[in-house]
């Protein structure tokens, strides 16, 4: 993972943070906010009674808020002075950006529908490239001979945002993952096939980080808001300019590839060190790319914490550096592509408690057409996916009362049934199995017999991961609606489409058997859960296994 890091100051390296005192800090209160410097004796001084004590107690206050007086103004004074040099220096922070378009498939996924407060979720990709572009990414990467070569996007996780901002869950994608890479059109024109047959790292090849936006789309049935992208060398700069993240090995380790060597216990990482933690493959568990994806999620969700404890930088220098050297390591959507929307994104996900975000890993099994190298995802995936489309929280079997449920009640008057004309289609395929038999056709003979008897099945077989109903009009938005709440469908399943002529119902593969849409339970949920190897951000005691065969 790409990701750079912050570290409480003091811990193991206390020269890599700036002095949070000196004779002219402010003292800070518990939140981080500055509070007035406490002067000896402020409560309590002088004499117990008497006219000359209350006097000089006076004259103290009266001093004191000519010195409080005097600071405001100079520091009011300071702010306008230098108010240039500050937007001239987020104007540099906002050249730093590097900024490509966010979709470049040929479809998209439906958008988060708003719950009743009118909250919707948000979806963040998050990227790490093995770009050798650079020469400091040839040096952290080896590999000068693949200079040229389009990068990779070997680390790929969505963060899903829920609604009320209540709970987090990130889900990691194995990079040698076979998938559906659907069509996608580069910046400069040049036009990618779709593909059946291609990992999901290699997306990134295929016009940019667009397409893999792309691909997850397709893959997952989940809208993606925007994405980050990061390469070698900005892990490094990032995690030099604010410090370390600690983490836990079982035993020592020693992955020469990498170059990671730890001993026994917790460490505090840092820069190039951070990085090879990252890349770690070898090291963990059985050596293959789900233990790196472990390590990742130990990673972050350390990091996370540290963010909540108040884990700062007091140094300015050092906040001038890591805002430095986190812009130019990124690479962004256009939407995403100024320092005060990155801003307004951080403050987002500080809103949610760190017992609310879970890390999981996307349930998977072998490739069977190489299942020696890559794997696919299993229909546990596909539960997962929905959940996650579906706004559900992995951190609590509680419904949320902002959600809106699927049997609410239109919002405008329905047609009768029976004049409700519906196209039936089959999108089970995935990129490991064939379509399944009669799907369309089960679907439109339930709908038939519930009294929609203008149901008719479209036998063209295609592949989407989460079930929906599209529609045209508005004028056909309750009808559709309607149909959602017959079949037990979620309410955001139902969306305005262009490119249907009428209220048409895709069978994703999230929807194999049975004829009413399955309702996830608390049962579902921990199922999916002990399947990806979920992590809660508020483990403090998890510790990476370290693979035999690199103990030292």
């Known amino acids: 993972m790409r990701h750079g890091s912050v570290r409480q100051g003091g ?76 937007w001239a220096y987020i104007q540099h922070l906002n050249g730093n950006l590097k900024k490509d378009t966010l979709n470049l498939g040929s479809s998209t996924a439906a958008k988060s529908k708003a719950n009743a407060a009118g909250q919707t979720p948000l979806n963040i990709l998050l990227l790490g490239s093995d770009s050798r572009a650079s020469a400091a990414n040839q040096k952290l990467g080896g590999a000068k001979a693949d200079a040229t070569r389009a990068p990779l996007a070997d680390v790929e996780m969505l963060v899903h945002v829920s609604a009320d901002r209540s709970n987090m869950t990130v889900v990691s994608v194995p990079r040698d993952t076979r998938v559906d890479i659907p069509k996608c059109t580069g910046d400069n024109g040049t036009v990618y096939p779709a593909t059946t047959t291609g990992t999901i790292n290699t997306s990134l090849q295929h016009g940019g980080p667009g397409c893999t936006v792309a691909t997850w789309e397709k893959l997952t049935g989940i809208s993606i808001d925007h994405f980050m992208m990061i390469d070698f060398a900005g892990v490094v700069s990032m995690a030099d300019a604010v410090g370390g993240v600690p983490v836990c090995v079982n035993n020592n380790v020693y992955d020469k590839q990498s170059g990671l060597r730890l001993t026994k216990g917790k460490h505090t990482i840092q820069g190039q060190q951070a990085l090879q933690w990252l890349r770690t493959r070898h090291g963990f568990e059985d050596g293959s790319d789900i233990g790196r994806t472990h390590a990742q999620h130990m990673y972050m969700t350390s990091m ?241 296994k370290v693979n035999p065969s690199y103990v030292w």
């Not at 007035?36 to 006219?51: I, K, Y």
Request: glycine share 8%; net charge positive; with cysteine.
């Open 11 to 86: 811990v193991d390296n206390p020269t890599d943070v700036g002095d949070p005192g000196g004779s002219d800090a402010l003292y800070r209160d518990d939140d981080g906010t500055p509070s007035v410097p406490r002067q000896p004796g402020s409560s309590g001084s002088g004499h117990r009674g008497g006219n000359s004590g209350r006097a000089a107690s006076r004259r103290r206050k009266k001093g004191k808020r000519k010195v409080f007086r005097y600071v405001a103004i100079t520091a009011s004074l300071l702010i306008l002075v230098t108010a240039g040099a500050g």
């Open 304 to 544: 996370v914490r540290q963010l909540k404890s108040g884990a700062k930088l007091t140094d300015p220098s050092k906040l001038l550096n890591l805002a430095d050297s986190a812009t130019k390591a990124l690479t962004v959507d256009k939407g995403l592509g100024s320092v005060d929307k990155l801003v307004s994104l951080a403050s987002d996900l500080q809103k949610v408690p760190t017992n609310h975000i879970t890390m999981t890993t996307m349930p998977w099994g072998a490739d069977p057409q190489d299942p020696a190298a890559h794997v696919v995802p299993t229909s546990a995936a596909t539960q997962l996916f929905t959940l996650v489309r579906n706004d559900t929280s992995l951190t609590s079997t509680t419904k949320k009362k902002t959600t809106a449920s699927a049997s609410a009640s239109p919002t405008a008057t329905a047609a009768a049934k029976a004049d409700i004309a519906v196209t039936v289609q089959n999108g089970t395929r995935t990129a490991s199995a064939a379509a399944v038999s009669g799907r369309a056709s089960a679907i439109a003979t339930e709908l038939s017999t519930l009294g929609y008897t203008k149901a008719a099945s479209d036998p063209t077989a295609k592949s989407q991961s989460g079930t929906t109903i599209s529609y045209p009009t508005d004028s056909l938005k309750a009808n559709a609606q309607a149909v959602a709440k017959s079949l037990n469908l979620p309410t955001n399943a139902v969306k305005k489409s262009m490119a249907v002529s009428q209220i048409t119902l895709v069978v994703g593969s999230d929807w194999t058997t049975g004829t009413k849409y399955p309702k996830s339970t608390s049962a579902d949920t921990k199922a999916v859960l002990d399947s990806s190897a979920a992590l809660n951000a508020s483990d403090k005691n998890a510790c990476m």
